[in-house]
């Protein structure tokens, strides 16, 4: 998108964000679901480009084991799950406590995550992942993480405070690295989303995901190394009904040192896990995402969906 085009975008982004102010956390929790679904009914009809990008990564990471149709069926889901993800943002940032103590189950296995010392919490663009962050908030738990601001920065700057409502803290990615070690040396939280595409230049090394290669971000493994703080991998699933789950497929111990195989065997684990959690609920995560956006010369490119580029030599 050129950036005419999205100046052009922002004053309608900027109402409609003010709408959503305004409207969202006034709605009842049937109204809430119910315009999660016309949305992502109509984003996966009218949103092609979103469609073709979320189509081609199934391909990439079912090939024939998931039919046309089955595919398809799993992205429509995608859509309205990541709608109402949005729409959540800002419904649980009002009336937090009463809210989130009502729709959000804590599974057994999460509740190490809520114990007051240092954690690396693991999730990915699964499910509800804002959630943990609201919830750990509403715990008096504070998680700092980093988010990609949005390019509007009046609708950027509201997301953050939707994000704020409950005690969460949004750092900004320039000299993060050097604060979050800070935080976690004094017992605090940290989150990250371990399935973003990270360049090399930003720290990212190349895992396996889904069988191909892919960059993902080393930082959390180099700062549990650092610190001595444990990984917890954690994933905020829909149940019925308008509620969620948070829960831990479990922890990883800091690695012993922080060379270069050290940091690279930790992260492929980490990786490991959220494939597999996203093979087991494929509908829940985030198709519509470039996750292989670039790939290393030599690769194949034919087994990369149609967006890659290739990393210059």
């Known amino acids: 998108m050129s950036k005419r085009t999205r100046q052009l975008r922002h004053p309608f982004e900027r109402a409609a964000i003010h709408l959503a102010m ?5 709605l009842p929790r049937y109204g809430v679901l119910a315009l999660a679904k016309i949305g992502g009914r109509a984003g996966y009809l009218f949103d092609s ?12 990471a079912f090939g024939d084991t998931r039919t046309a149709e089955e595919k398809k069926q799993i992205l429509k889901t995608s859509f309205v799950t990541m709608v109402r993800t949005l729409l959540d943002t800002f419904w649980f940032a009002h009336h ?25 919490c693991i999730t ?11 919830m750990s908030g509403h715990k008096q738990l504070p998680l700092h993480s980093i988010a990609t601001p949005v390019k509007n920065e009046l609708v950027n700057k509201h997301f953050i405070r939707a994000r704020e409502a409950t005690g969460q803290t949004i750092i900004p990615r320039k000299g993060a690295l050097r604060k979050l070690l800070g935080i976690l ?9 371990a399935d973003q595409n990270t360049s090399e230049n930003n720290g990212g090394i190349w895992v396996d995901f889904f069988g191909l290669p892919a960059t993902v971000t080393a930082a959390p493994a180099l700062l549990s190394g650092r610190t001595g703080a444990e990984i917890l991998m954690g994933f905020c699933s829909p149940l019925p009904g308008g509620y969620y789950r948070i829960y831990s497929t479990g922890t990883f111990d800091p690695p ?27 509908e829940y995560w985030l198709w519509m995402y470039k996750r292989w956006k670039t790939h290393q010369p030599g690769d194949d490119p034919t087994k990369y969906p149609c967006y890659k580029k290739s990393r210059p030599q």
């Open 22 to 26: 305004a409207v969202i956390p006034r």
């Open 256 to 282: 012993a040192e922080t060379g270069e195989a050290s940091i690279r065997r930790l992260t492929e684990q980490i990786t490991q896990v959220t494939e597999k959690e996203i093979r087991e609920h494929p």
């Open 96 to 120: 937090s406590g009463k809210r989130l103590d009502k729709y959000v189950v804590l599974d057994d296995s999460s509740k190490v995550f809520f114990q007051d010392k240092a954690h690396i």
């Open 124 to 134: 990915a663009h699964f499910g509800n992942w804002e959630i943990i962050g609201q």
């Open 49 to 60: 480009r979103s469609r073709r990008i979320g189509l081609a990564n199934l391909d990439v």
């Open 185 to 193: 040396r004094k017992g605090g939280k940290t989150a990250f989303l």
